[in-house]
């Protein structure tokens, strides 16, 4: 969810029509229809959007109403039904979700405009310690039925997935010269990857199975001070799942988060925490080029031409992620 970017439209008339309110009436029969509806980011051909639902929260508040696929809303709604009421977590408010058939929507407190920074050393330790709680609490509360496996085994299969649509478009269309070079070099680093699997999943071992969020990174969480100190907000658990916690330790103080889960995992040193820290960088990575090539497989020209400038970007990442951890020479 990406709720602070500025609106692409706000709807004033016929405001009880729009749909995002006709499902928030649905789910909390609360009565309360907005002033209007702020569009963030819509999506009809991926049933995908994000809309602000301004005075209708709990003391007046606005609230966001996520719309989209309910095998995304799925995992987010387990989350929140199932899991964060029992930890000892800040989390947004939670209004309640829906699932109709192959979408889906669910309604969260809008908890205010500061994202959280890498740049900012206090917002980096409290993400740390939000982080080291879930997940040395999260691997004592039980396997919730429906969260996916979030191991290696994850990013393998993404990392296939965007190998062939890399493979397809290229097959499909036309790319200037210094594209074709990128996708190129992104199956040559695909396919020396997957050589060294085993290697990836040994650097993912040494800390106990464990609840991860799967996207932890400054569009997905927010802070605000409560008067006493800073408190994190993270949100979009789409990724959530059950492994390893590399994937959630590559944007936050890792000493901070070895402070927290060394009390819990005595035999976890600071040398594991910063080794999972390496190869997490490496499945952020892979994760992020598969995302980019959905969009390969795009009719628009424009949509492809700037999935091949995010998939130069991911490829530096990738390459450097890959050294360090060892994974290529």
């Not at 209004?95 to 740049?119: A, K, M, P």
């Not at 330790?249 to 594991?272: H, K």
Request: with cysteine; proline share 6%; charged share 20%.
């Amino acid at each position: 969810m990406k709720p602070h970017r500025p609106p692409r439209a706000v709807i004033t008339a016929d405001v009880a029509a729009h749909a995002a309110v006709k499902a928030w009436l649905a789910v909390t029969g609360s009565g309360r229809v907005p002033a209007s509806v702020s569009v963030l980011r819509e999506r009809p051909s991926r049933h995908q959007g994000i809309y602000r639902l301004p005075g209708v929260g709990e003391g007046g508040t606005a609230v966001f109403a996520k719309w989209g696929p309910a095998a995304a809303i799925l995992p987010e709604r387990l989350i929140q039904e199932q899991v964060l009421p029992y930890l000892p977590l800040t989390a947004p408010r939670y209004y309640g979700s829906c699932l109709d058939g192959t979408d889906g929507w669910l309604f969260l407190e809008d908890v205010g405009d500061q994202r959280y920074s890498r740049s900012e050393p206090e917002h980096l330790r409290v993400a740390a310690e939000w982080i080291g709680t879930l997940h040395t609490v999260g691997c004592h509360i039980g396997v919730v039925n429906g969260l996916p496996d979030a191991g290696p085994s994850r990013y393998l299969r993404q990392l296939r997935g965007a190998r062939a649509k890399i493979h397809d478009c290229l097959g499909r269309w036309t790319f200037a010269p210094v594209e074709v070079e990128i996708l190129a070099s992104l199956l040559s680093w695909c396919d020396a990857i997957e050589a060294r699997w085993g290697h990836i999943e040994a650097g993912c071992a040494g800390a106990p199975t464990t609840l991860v969020h799967g996207d932890f990174r400054p569009k997905n969480a927010f802070v605000r001070s409560n008067g006493h100190g800073l408190q994190i907000f993270p949100i979009d658990w789409e990724m959530a799942g059950w492994g390893p916690p590399s994937v959630d330790l590559t944007r936050i103080d890792l000493s901070a988060y070895w402070r927290v889960v060394r009390e819990s995992w005595p035999g976890v040193d600071f040398a594991t925490v910063e080794r999972l820290g390496r190869f997490g960088r490496m499945l952020e990575s892979v994760a992020s080029m598969d995302w980019a090539c959905v969009s390969l497989l795009l009719e628009q020209r424009e949509y492809r031409s700037e999935a091949v400038s995010d998939l130069a970007v991911i490829l530096g990442r990738l390459s450097e992620a890959a050294r360090a951890a060892q994974v290529v020479a």
